[in-house]
């Protein structure tokens, strides 16, 4: 991809900061810098997407070249929270409350047709969840099926773009960034 | 505070307490849960609870045509997507008589291999990790990295590739096929030795699996524990000699048993059958013969009211497809009978009395995919 | 065992049962009464040795319920499949064998919570894979679900 369309992002464009005093926004760009390269995921896979997933963190693609560096196992200590996988009725309250768990500030990329938008079993499935957007907000959408491990990388780069926009003195702001 | 240490010893050693492992938790593989009744530090019983990505595959199936229903069974088992599709387009074929050609089963028979290598190298990369040891998760992954290339090349996609269709394969082989499949046997024989060299012999590695989670012929075929462990308990019962299908009757290849019935016994038959697979690859590999890569098939496949049954060997045991057909375009009723799911019952029973980390270990070997489990 | 054998010889256990039409396997249809007790007969005499229940599924044929049991013997490595039906839809329910057959318990309680078949003298009939308040058993023919199931 090249450089030129990988900046060509509008909905990225609608938030981005005008003005602002000079120390905070220094502040903010040192804070957001060391923010967007430390983001820490969860392990969390619950099907096929979860193996593309590893893949991208193992070694040819390896992922900590962008800071995604360690999986983490617990809720508490994660970022971000890459739902790989279906999600379905009944994983969907426990999604929730594993999304409940971690702290601020949280994000959420929604991995794969199934976690878009339930993808091969939109269709005449009893038990599935149609995209995780129903239970928790989503931040990066990665569409495929299962996305390949660079359409992973590329989602967590414009997550990363999505964390350097952020304000610590305009937490409102935040809020229509992280929370919708 | 007082009442606990007034409590008689006896009382203390009899308090039962549960934990719950996931269903997010990273040595299930995925969403598994288990409710673990402990006593100290020893297993009692424990009781898995699935369902945390049931899919409703099934009831999917009876609205959807057969060669719809391929694509869903790639999702069962996604380490062994093309096996799965195997079974269907056997099924198909067999029902509908059609005689596919040479050169279909051939191939089909190096992809399967290639699944079922690619599946335990996946498999031996968490079983280290499970275990403690990192590096097996980059070792494991970067040589399965080769296999998915071949695929890509060849089918146009990484993984599920739902290349099989009722009567062949989707399309031709790629020119390089043949090529890449020989640098990757060339690479991963000199690979698999590492893989021996980090695990097999090593000490903690041993302790920690040897007379872990010892599973007897008996139970094994009672609990129907199939595949790679069932054969670690000695039980011979590889689908691929006991109803061979495709080339697997007329290829030379040992089925791998072992007699210890614990984890390390599980472990090494899974070793083994990579150098098995890689055996059976290389006597098809270069007599790929010359001709069309699918048999004609009507556009609509109707099959005959009836019953039908197919068994077939995917990396993790034996998958069994059984279809109830009333003669429209979408089967009636479709049962997949799943290796992982008889497997997970055998968990509870091969796992009392041993320490909660040999769980790990126990689960490990079983080699479970969830999705396999809830479909 | 060939099939010729192999039916005689169920035959004597089982006078009622009747020989389904099927190419693969030897089909037979069983009483539910008689189920356990032949599935006893079946494990254990020597000669017979089923010992592996390799598929045990529901089947919705609208007018009955029907679980079909695969039996395979390791040892002699003949096959066979029998089948009970039931034409009570309300309550439905047949003997387990998971006393025989281990890998029935997890069979049986997917069965129950797809088919609404119960198994008397199951040690833990509770479904498997649905939640406990969840409604209807959805591989029945005639579950209804407007909402995620689309009527073509
Ligand atoms: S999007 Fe496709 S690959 Fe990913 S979890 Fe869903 S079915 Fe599996």
């Given at each position: 991809m090249k450089e030129k369309d990988f900046r060509d992002n509008e909905t990225l464009d609608l938030f981005k900061r005008t003005g602002g005093n000079f120390l905070m926004t220094s502040i903010d760009a040192v804070i957001d810098w060391g923010r967007s390269n430390s983001v820490w995921p969860l392990t969390f896979a619950t099907s096929c997407c979860g193996i593309e997933m590893m893949a991208t963190g193992a070694s040819r693609h390896d992922f900590a070249r962008f800071g995604i560096e360690v999986y983490r196992a617990s809720p508490r200590q994660a970022d971000v929270i890459v739902v790989a996988g279906t999600i379905v009725n009944k994983m969907a309250p426990v999604l929730k409350r594993l999304y409940d768990q971690m702290s601020e500030p949280r994000y959420v990329i929604a991995m794969g047709a199934c976690a878009v938008s339930g993808g091969p079993f939109y269709y005449n499935s009893y038990h599935v969840v149609r995209g995780v957007d129903h239970v928790i907000p989503v931040d990066v959408y990665i569409p495929g099926c299962p996305p390949r491990p660079e359409a992973l990388l590329y989602g967590i780069m414009q997550l990363q773009r999505k964390i350097k926009l952020e304000s610590i003195t305009r937490p409102e702001q935040t809020m229509i960034l992280g929370k919708q | 505070m007082k009442e606990i240490i007034n409590l008689p010893v006896s009382n203390i050693e009899e308090e039962e307490y549960h934990i719950n492992m996931g269903p997010?938790?990273?040595?299930?593989?995925?969403v598994l849960r288990l409710l673990v009744s402990l006593q100290g530090e020893m297993v009692r019983s424990l009781k898995p609870h699935c369902?945390?990505?049931?899919?409703?595959i099934e009831k999917m199936c009876e609205k959807d045509t057969y060669p719809q229903v391929i694509h869903l069974t790639d999702r069962i088992d996604y380490l062994s997507a093309h096996i799965n599709n195997h079974a269907v387009c056997l099924l198909v074929e067999k029902a509908l008589e059609v005689d596919v050609p040479e050169r279909v089963r051939y191939i089909r028979t190096i992809m399967d291999e290639l699944a079922r290598i690619q599946s335990h190298q996946l498999w031996w990369s968490s079983f280290g990790m499970d275990l403690g040891g990192l590096t097996c998760f980059f070792y494991g992954l970067r040589d399965r990295e080769m296999i998915l290339d071949i695929w890509e090349e060849t089918t146009?996609?990484?993984?599920?590739?739902?290349?099989?269709?009722?009567?062949?394969?989707m399309q031709d082989i790629h020119p390089n096929f043949q090529k890449k499949v020989h640098a990757f046997l060339k690479t991963f024989k000199k690979k698999i030795k590492d893989y021996d060299r980090i695990l097999s012999g090593n000490v903690i590695f041993e302790n920690r699996s040897q007379g872990v989670g010892i599973l007897s012929k008996e139970d094994a075929i009672s609990y129907g524990v199939t595949g790679p462990s069932g054969r670690g308990s000695g039980w011979s019962c590889d689908v691929r000699k006991t109803e061979p299908y495709s080339m697997y009757g007329k290829v030379q290849f040992n089925e791998v048993l072992r007699y210890e019935c614990d984890t390390y016994s599980r472990y090494m038959v899974r070793m083994q059958e990579m150098h098995e697979s890689m055996n059976i690859i290389e006597q098809l590999i270069d007599n790929i013969?010359?001709?069309?890569?699918s048999a004609k098939m009507k556009a609509v496949i109707k099959l005959p009211a009836g019953e039908y049954f197919q068994r077939v060997e995917s990396a993790r045991g034996e998958l069994g497809l059984f279809v109830v057909s009333d003669g429209n375009k979408t089967p009636y009723r479709m049962k997949f009978r799943t290796p992982s799911f008889s497997n997970l019952s055998v968990l509870d029973h091969i796992s009392r009395g041993m320490k909660i980390a040999d769980l790990v270990a126990i689960g490990a070997s079983l080699d479970l995919v969830i999705p396999d489990i809830d479909r | 065992m060939d099939n010729e054998t192999l039916k005689a010889r169920i035959l004597e256990i089982v006078p009622e049962a009747q020989q389904e039409e099927n190419k693969q396997f030897l089909t037979l249809l069983l009483p539910a009464a008689k189920l356990h007790d032949l599935a006893l007969k079946l494990k254990n005499s020597p000669e017979l040795?089923?010992?592996?229940?390799f598929c045990l599924s529901g089947v919705d044929y609208i007018k009955q319920l029907a679980v079909v049991y695969h039996l395979r013997s390791t040892q002699h490595k003949h096959a066979l499949v029998i089948k009970v039906k039931t034409d009570d839809r309300v309550n439905p329910n047949f003997d387990t064998v998971c006393d025989i057959w281990r890998t029935a318990e997890f069979h049986e309680r997917e069965i129950y919570d797809m088919f609404g078949i119960r198994f008397n003298n199951h040690p833990d009939m509770r479904r498997i894979f649905l939640e406990e308040d969840w409604k209807g058993y959805p591989l029945r023919k005639d579950y209804i679900d407007e909402v995620n199931i689309v009527e073509f």
């Amino acid at each position: 991809m090249k450089e030129k369309d990988f900046r060509d992002n509008e909905t990225l464009d609608l938030f981005k900061r005008t003005g602002g005093n000079f120390l905070m926004t220094s502040i903010d760009a040192v804070i957001d810098w060391g923010r967007s390269n430390s983001v820490w995921p969860l392990t969390f896979a619950t099907s096929c997407c979860g193996i593309e997933m590893m893949a991208t963190g193992a070694s040819r693609h390896d992922f900590a070249r962008f800071g995604i560096e360690v999986y983490r196992a617990s809720p508490r200590q994660a970022d971000v929270i890459v739902v790989a996988g279906t999600i379905v009725n009944k994983m969907a309250p426990v999604l929730k409350r594993l999304y409940d768990q971690m702290s601020e500030p949280r994000y959420v990329i929604a991995m794969g047709a199934c976690a878009v938008s339930g993808g091969p079993f939109y269709y005449n499935s009893y038990h599935v969840v149609r995209g995780v957007d129903h239970v928790i907000p989503v931040d990066v959408y990665i569409p495929g099926c299962p996305p390949r491990p660079e359409a992973l990388l590329y989602g967590i780069m414009q997550l990363q773009r999505k964390i350097k926009l952020e304000s610590i003195t305009r937490p409102e702001q935040t809020m229509i960034l992280g929370k919708q | 505070m007082k009442e606990i240490i007034n409590l008689p010893v006896s009382n203390i050693e009899e308090e039962e307490y549960h934990i719950n492992m996931g269903p997010q938790h990273p040595s299930t593989h995925g969403v598994l849960r288990l409710l673990v009744s402990l006593q100290g530090e020893m297993v009692r019983s424990l009781k898995p609870h699935c369902g945390y990505i049931h899919r409703g595959i099934e009831k999917m199936c009876e609205k959807d045509t057969y060669p719809q229903v391929i694509h869903l069974t790639d999702r069962i088992d996604y380490l062994s997507a093309h096996i799965n599709n195997h079974a269907v387009c056997l099924l198909v074929e067999k029902a509908l008589e059609v005689d596919v050609p040479e050169r279909v089963r051939y191939i089909r028979t190096i992809m399967d291999e290639l699944a079922r290598i690619q599946s335990h190298q996946l498999w031996w990369s968490s079983f280290g990790m499970d275990l403690g040891g990192l590096t097996c998760f980059f070792y494991g992954l970067r040589d399965r990295e080769m296999i998915l290339d071949i695929w890509e090349e060849t089918t146009g996609s990484r993984f599920l590739q739902s290349y099989n269709c009722p009567g062949g394969v989707m399309q031709d082989i790629h020119p390089n096929f043949q090529k890449k499949v020989h640098a990757f046997l060339k690479t991963f024989k000199k690979k698999i030795k590492d893989y021996d060299r980090i695990l097999s012999g090593n000490v903690i590695f041993e302790n920690r699996s040897q007379g872990v989670g010892i599973l007897s012929k008996e139970d094994a075929i009672s609990y129907g524990v199939t595949g790679p462990s069932g054969r670690g308990s000695g039980w011979s019962c590889d689908v691929r000699k006991t109803e061979p299908y495709s080339m697997y009757g007329k290829v030379q290849f040992n089925e791998v048993l072992r007699y210890e019935c614990d984890t390390y016994s599980r472990y090494m038959v899974r070793m083994q059958e990579m150098h098995e697979s890689m055996n059976i690859i290389e006597q098809l590999i270069d007599n790929i013969p010359e001709g069309e890569h699918s048999a004609k098939m009507k556009a609509v496949i109707k099959l005959p009211a009836g019953e039908y049954f197919q068994r077939v060997e995917s990396a993790r045991g034996e998958l069994g497809l059984f279809v109830v057909s009333d003669g429209n375009k979408t089967p009636y009723r479709m049962k997949f009978r799943t290796p992982s799911f008889s497997n997970l019952s055998v968990l509870d029973h091969i796992s009392r009395g041993m320490k909660i980390a040999d769980l790990v270990a126990i689960g490990a070997s079983l080699d479970l995919v969830i999705p396999d489990i809830d479909r | 065992m060939d099939n010729e054998t192999l039916k005689a010889r169920i035959l004597e256990i089982v006078p009622e049962a009747q020989q389904e039409e099927n190419k693969q396997f030897l089909t037979l249809l069983l009483p539910a009464a008689k189920l356990h007790d032949l599935a006893l007969k079946l494990k254990n005499s020597p000669e017979l040795a089923f010992d592996f229940l390799f598929c045990l599924s529901g089947v919705d044929y609208i007018k009955q319920l029907a679980v079909v049991y695969h039996l395979r013997s390791t040892q002699h490595k003949h096959a066979l499949v029998i089948k009970v039906k039931t034409d009570d839809r309300v309550n439905p329910n047949f003997d387990t064998v998971c006393d025989i057959w281990r890998t029935a318990e997890f069979h049986e309680r997917e069965i129950y919570d797809m088919f609404g078949i119960r198994f008397n003298n199951h040690p833990d009939m509770r479904r498997i894979f649905l939640e406990e308040d969840w409604k209807g058993y959805p591989l029945r023919k005639d579950y209804i679900d407007e909402v995620n199931i689309v009527e073509f």
